[in-house]
């Protein structure tokens, strides 16, 4: 049979690293790093190669189920299921109005180029405004911030890597993550070059992670606490006369306001609640004051804190105030294939970006990036006065990937209508009334749309669909537009002269492209960054200028100070639980993938630093029970002298079973860690709806036998 390869690239995480795909006849036989690729150049991880697997799986669903009266899954054919799907839609919204229909949108859902904007038409075709996406899970804090800062959501500088003298990273680990919100295939092969050249990386991170060991510096600090980091290195910086007045002079606001705040958290006030000592706050201020360009960056160990809006602003001013931001080596914002300038409109005025509600204080959804924080889907479905009665979860498994897996448990049952879109039958999937099979990366066309903005090089770039969609699986858009048509919605893909890529030809047309020249040519390089265009092109605050401390925050920084309180008074000994990701493992879904579920991976203990676990007699290998108000787990003890004292880390994801219709998964289900996280209101950021998922107290101890 005849063997061909096709250029494509991954859609597993943010770099989009380029694949060739060898395809025998009709099947995709194996994936391989591509090394003619002019952006990721033969790098990829083993997620990204691994992607033949979840391909072929026997598990993956090929065929629409619908779940019968006796609980079990049988096939059905394709008009059958959204035939029905449509009419028990049509029903619950005669019955109950537009907003008892509700939707969930999984992270891999943003990595298919053409789902989002099919997935939101459709919600704003039925008038339905409750939709959620994993944003509240992952970035919001990010989005929110630089509204406040920068006047646009799609404002999020990246470090220069390639010329950066001092790169400082909170809370990421791109060893085993590949980084969030800077896209650049590699980035450990990155950061060694700025090692390489005499700069230095340093990871802010509770835990030694394996990218610290690997190369950098180690810094470490209590979980939770980056906020009053930041303002301790800024209210140093001020101090060591790092602050560039020129630049707060020509282009900031509020700038009295931040030197006002940033004065109440000198070093000597947040050492012993960061546990970073006055010297380290010091050092680190001159070195900054020194260095050529120095970059910073954050991720989700910092998003998921209590305060990752107010930790997400700071950031931003210490790259702003000691005049890195837009300069060679420090922060830039990376323009791609779409120049944005009016793309996601300007910030709404003070004030109206919220909303009092039954929950408190809300950020009003403003979808897609702002939807209804995910810790109260299990307050929705059960709420007695307007409850979801039908979700249509894609992509994503809340299940298990927010906290109140229990709450979820109980409520999933009583929806009149449940659909997962999926590959499989994940764990959420099981309480579902159909299950219909997605194609997968390899089964469709697509473009590289999420790194946009974020691209340490900016570039964009195009695949055919490697081989036909096997079995009876089907394009989410497909999907979504049969629903709705069946429903008697309308369709924009039907309107006379309407193509599925319009929205790419016109943002491609921005940077003078067209999809025609990016099927014939892969992958397009868009250059190097040009600096020094920062304010006059891209800031889209309504002044023009930089704001240092927004006025909607200020509710945050009273609660901020009460909480500094609180911390500060803690009784020592408190455990705190953070998150930890596994190379081998991808949020919940490559739990299914036997080639990576070898022995040693089988599991996900509970990581404890030797001397907390010998505190309370465990050994390594022990059973544990670990609890606190929201939940309780059972987990295996590792001891981890990498961790800070009083830190504990656990992956989450796991706690597959009951995942009947994914089989490895099933028969190695660690334990979902998330059940220890809070939900409901209270459990998120209210200046952006970002869960609170890491420094969660807990405690350990032995597990009593019987
Ligand atoms: N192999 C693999 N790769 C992935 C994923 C995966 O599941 N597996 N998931 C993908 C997704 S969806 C995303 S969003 C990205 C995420 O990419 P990253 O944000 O880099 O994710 P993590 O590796 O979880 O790193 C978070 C780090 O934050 C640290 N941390 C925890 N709490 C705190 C805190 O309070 N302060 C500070 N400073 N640090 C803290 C943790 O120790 C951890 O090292 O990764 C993507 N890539
Ligand atoms: N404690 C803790 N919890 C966390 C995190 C953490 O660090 N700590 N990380 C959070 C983060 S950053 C994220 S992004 C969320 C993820 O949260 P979710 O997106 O809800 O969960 P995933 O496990 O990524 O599930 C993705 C689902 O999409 C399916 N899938 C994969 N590809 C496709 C496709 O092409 N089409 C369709 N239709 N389905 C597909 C997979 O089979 C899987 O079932 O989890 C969050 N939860
Ligand atoms: S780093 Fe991410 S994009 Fe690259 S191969 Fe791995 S999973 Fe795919
Ligand atoms: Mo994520």
New binding site residues.
């Given amino acids: 049979m005849e063997t061909k390869t096709v250029r494509t690239f ?1 859609r ?2 943010e ?3 380029g694949l060739v795909a060898e395809v025998t006849g009709e099947k995709l036989v194996r994936l391989t790093p591509d090394r003619e690729h002019p952006i990721s150049r033969g790098f ?2 083993h ?2 190669l691994f992607g033949v697997d979840i391909h072929h799986d026997p598990d993956r669903v090929n065929h629409p189920l619908r779940r019968n009266a006796r609980g079990e899954f049988v096939r059905v054919g394709w008009d059958d299921a959204i035939g029905e799907i449509a009419a028990r839609l049509t029903d619950v919204r005669t019955r109950h109005g537009p907003d008892a229909i509700a939707g969930y949108l999984g992270n891999p859902g943003e990595y298919n180029a053409l789902l989002p904007e099919a997935w939101y038409a459709f919600f704003a075709q039925l008038g339905a405004s409750r939709v959620f996406n994993v944003n509240t899970q992952d970035c919001s804090n990010k989005f929110a911030a630089a509204e406040a800062v920068y006047g646009s959501v799609t404002i999020q500088p990246i470090p220069d890597f390639e010329h950066t003298d001092l790169l400082l990273l909170l809370g990421e680990n791109p060893k085993v993550s ?1 980084m969030s919100f800077a896209s650049l ?1 590699d980035a450990m092969g990155t950061l060694q070059r700025i090692v390489s050249r005499g700069g230095r990386v340093v990871f802010v991170n509770p835990r030694r992670v394996e990218s610290a060991k690997a190369l950098g510096e180690w810094l470490p600090i209590q979980p939770d606490t980056d906020v009053y980091f930041l303002a301790g290195l800024l209210c140093e910086l001020e101090r060591q006369g790092c602050f560039d007045e020129a630049i707060l002079a020509a282009h900031g606001r509020h700038v009295e306001e931040l030197r006002t705040f940033v004065r109440q958290y000198p070093p000597a006030r947040v050492s012993a609640v960061t546990g970073i000592p006055v010297a380290t706050f010091e050092a680190l201020a001159t070195a900054i004051g020194r260095a050529r360009g120095a970059a910073i960056h954050m991720s989700t160990g910092v998003n998921m804190g209590r305060q990752g809006t107010l930790a997400y602003w700071l950031l931003q001013m210490v790259s702003f105030v000691t005049g890195n931001l837009d300069r060679r080596g420090g922060n830039v914002l990376s323009v791609g294939y779409y120049t944005r300038r009016a793309r996601a409109g300007r910030a709404p005025a003070d004030g109206a970006q919220f909303m009092e509600s039954r929950f408190g204080q809300l950020r009003r959804p403003r979808l897609p990036i702002f939807p209804l924080p995910g810790n109260l889907l299990p307050d929705l479905l059960a709420d007695r006065e307007s409850p979801i009665r039908a979700l249509i979860v894609c992509a994503g498994n809340p299940l298990l990937s927010l906290g109140g897996e229990e709450r979820l448990r109980a409520c999933l049952p009583d929806l009149e209508l449940l659909v997962s879109i999926d590959l499989y039958r994940n764990a959420t999937g099981e309480y579902a009334h159909f299950v219909l099979p997605a194609t997968d990366a390899f089964e469709r066309e697509d473009i590289n749309q999420l790194g946009l903005g974020m691209q340490a090089r900016p570039n964009v770039q195009f695949t055919p669909a490697v081989v036909a969609p096997q079995f009876e699986r089907r394009h989410e858009r497909f999907i979504l537009h049969a629903i709705a048509r069946a429903m008697g919605l309308s369709v924009a893909d039907d309107a006379p002269g309407a193509h599925p890529w319009s929205k790419f030809e016109h943002m491609l047309r921005s940077r003078g492209l067209s999809l025609d020249e990016l099927r014939a040519r892969g992958t397009v390089d868009l250059g190097p960054h040009a600096y020094g265009r920062f304010h006059d092109d891209h800031l889209q605050t309504a002044d023009g200028r930089v704001d240092c401390c927004p006025s909607a925050f200020a509710a945050a920084l009273t609660r901020l100070a009460t909480e500094f309180h609180a911390r500060a008074s803690e009784p020592a000994g408190t455990l705190r639980l953070i998150s930890k990701r596994e190379a081998r493992m991808m949020n919940s879904w490559y739990a299914n993938v036997a080639r990576l579920k070898t022995r040693a991976f089988a599991d996900n203990p509970l990581h404890m630093h030797p001397a907390d676990a010998a505190a309370r007699g465990l050994a390594d290998g022990a059973r544990a029970c670990i609890r606190n108000v929201h939940g309780e787990i059972e987990a295996t003890i590792r001891h981890d002298a990498d961790l800070v004292p009083g830190v504990v880390a656990m992956m989450h994801g796991w706690g597959q079973q009951q995942t009947h219709g994914m089989h490895v998964a099933q028969a190695t289900p660690g334990v979902n860690c998330n059940r220890l996280l809070p939900t409901g209101p209270g459990s998120f950021d209210p200046l952006s709806g970002q869960a609170h998922m890491t420094g969660i107290p807990v405690e350990v101890a032995a597990r009593m036998s019987g």
Avoid: R
């Fill in positions: 991954c597993v995480c770099p989009a690293c990829a991880c997620k990204g590949q295939p």
